[in-house]
């Protein structure tokens, strides 16, 4: 079961467009059908109708306007056409209008998957095992950003890159820099043909290289290592893997979007609720002791919700062959509880590894919360929160920010009234606005330096003598407990605060 709103997420990539949807966006659908010419299809009410072999408006009117489903998926292109339109508020059912470009069969491999909730149909190294076969030669099933999905069981006498490329889960940089500059990558995305690729250098054996795309849709590339140019049946071979391998990454996409979901909503429950935290941590299969909360903000240029959306997709996919933490997209800030035991140093590594998987160009800002058990996860997910609110590039950890943070949070309770605005430092800050002293900056300094006049006046570039003329005139604007540690910690502590303030 899953939320039109969800599915129009989904297939939004593959050119889908939601031309109308009478009953809102919250329907929840159960089930699929394939429109058959011949017959009459039986539908549910919640069922998506795939209209296949439609022929014209008229029959699609016909059709959106008798059928009983929640939504019917037309292949076309916006607007929609007005008698469509009226059928739709005529029977209720929402319609999607997908690029004729998108078979049919992708169309109803994703849907499939995403409404019935389906596992993963097949096995991508099965796929890359079977183009291996055909064409002859190891292979690797890789994503847009050059990282191994998949690859075949035969990796014998492979050259250094392939080695390199599936220990690493990604093509290593200097590899990939060579094929860009050959142009593979500009290819890959403007043609479905196969591209040979000679040895580009010592260590990049030559690669028949094909797209692997679902519509318009770059979904990600094939690549077999042979020994030189290969016939067009070997080639044809690979074309036909291809398409098979689309097909297994739009239902794995679909599969991912379900259980990024699943997912998300435990580590929410997880963060709000330490009651519950015990069963939802062994839910997500994580232990009960040694963790932290990372709270990430990602930004390029204007964009920030893309850019929280593609850091999200990162954090789930993972890096490497592993993915230690667990996440949830809140608004546009990146939540991931990480195993790592009393030192950040994981979570350190974790952020990085996020960050160097996001656009040379994006921002990623980050806060680490300190260690927790089961209970503590939500206070170290505020840890965590305080501690990106200080970010300005580099992670900021809680065990070495915790005192910022305890003044941040007194500066928020200075601003919502909470702490005294009398006493000592308020008649000092006040004189100093009425007459244009110095006289607070000059106590934080004598403060700083625990009574030192000399390294006091050091720190302002006075001379001792100033320093100490000016603080008898304090001690003539208000009482100065300088005797009094209570009292000197409290005004150090109130200084402090103003200086967050202003």
């Not at 149909?121 to 292979?139: E, N, Q, R």
Request: aromatic share 4%; net charge negative; hydrophobic share 45%.
């Amino acid at each position: 079961m899953v939320a039109l709103d969800r599915l129009v997420d989904v297939l939004g990539s593959l050119g889908t467009h939601l031309s109308c949807a009478p009953r809102g966006r919250d329907v929840e659908l159960r089930g699929v059908a394939l429109h058959d010419v011949a017959e009459q299809t039986a539908t549910a009410p919640d069922d998506v109708l795939l209209a296949l072999g439609i022929p014209s408006p008229a029959a699609a009117a016909r059709l959106v306007g008798t059928t009983n489903a929640a939504v019917v998926v037309l292949h076309g292109r916006p607007p929609l056409d007005e008698k469509v339109t009226t059928a739709a508020r005529k029977s209720g059912a929402a319609v999607l209008l997908v690029d004729p470009s998108v078979p049919w069969s992708q169309l109803a491999s994703v849907t499939q998957t995403l409404v019935m909730g389906g596992q993963r149909s097949g096995d991508l190294f099965a796929v890359a095992d079977a183009i291996a076969a055909v064409v002859g030669g190891p292979v690797t099933i890789e994503d847009q950003q050059s990282r191994v999905l998949a690859y075949s069981y035969r990796q014998q006498d492979v050259d250094q890159v392939r080695v390199q490329t599936i220990l690493g889960r990604k093509v290593p940089e200097e590899a990939r820099a060579a094929l860009d500059t050959y142009g593979v990558f500009a290819h890959l995305a403007a043609s479905d043909e196969p591209i040979y690729v000679p040895r580009l250098t010592e260590q990049l054996g030559a690669r028949l290289v094909a797209a692997v795309r679902a519509g318009r849709e770059l979904l990600g590339s094939v690549w077999v290592e042979v020994d030189g140019p290969v016939d067009t049946a070997r080639e044809a071979a690979l074309v036909d893997g291809a398409r098979t391998s689309a097909l297994h990454l739009l239902r794995a996409r679909a599969s991912a979007d379900l259980e990024r979901q699943a997912e998300a909503d435990l580590v929410i429950a997880l963060l709000d609720s330490p009651s519950g935290a015990p069963a939802a941590l062994a839910r997500l299969g994580l232990p009960l002791v040694d963790l932290r909360v990372i709270a990430v903000q990602a930004h390029v240029g204007d964009a920030d919700h893309g850019a929280a959306l593609l850091a999200f997709e990162r954090a789930t996919a993972g890096f490497g062959w592993s993915r230690p933490g667990r996440s949830a997209l809140f608004g546009n800030v990146l939540y991931t509880v990480v195993p790592c035991g009393d030192s950040p140093e994981a979570a350190e590594d974790w952020v990085r590894n996020l960050a160097r998987e996001m656009p040379t160009e994006a921002t990623v800002l980050a806060g680490i919360g300190g260690p927790a058990d089961a209970i503590q996860v939500s206070s170290s997910r505020q840890e965590a929160d305080e501690c990106l609110a200080l970010s300005t590039g580099e992670p900021v950890v809680y065990d070495a920010a915790w005192s910022q943070v305890l003044l941040e949070r007194l500066a928020a309770a200075a601003d919502s009234g909470r702490l005294p605005t009398r006493g000592p430092v308020a008649e000092l800050l006040r004189h100093d606005r009425e007459h244009g002293t110095q006289y607070a900056l000059t106590l934080r300094a004598w403060l700083a330096a625990q009574g030192d006049a000399r390294e006091a006046a050091r720190e302002l570039s006075v001379h001792p003598n100033t320093l100490r003329y000016r603080m008898q005139r304090m001690a003539e604007v208000t009482t100065l407990p300088l005797d009094n540690p209570d009292q000197r910690l409290a005004m150090a502590i109130a200084l402090a605060v103003h200086g967050r303030r202003g």
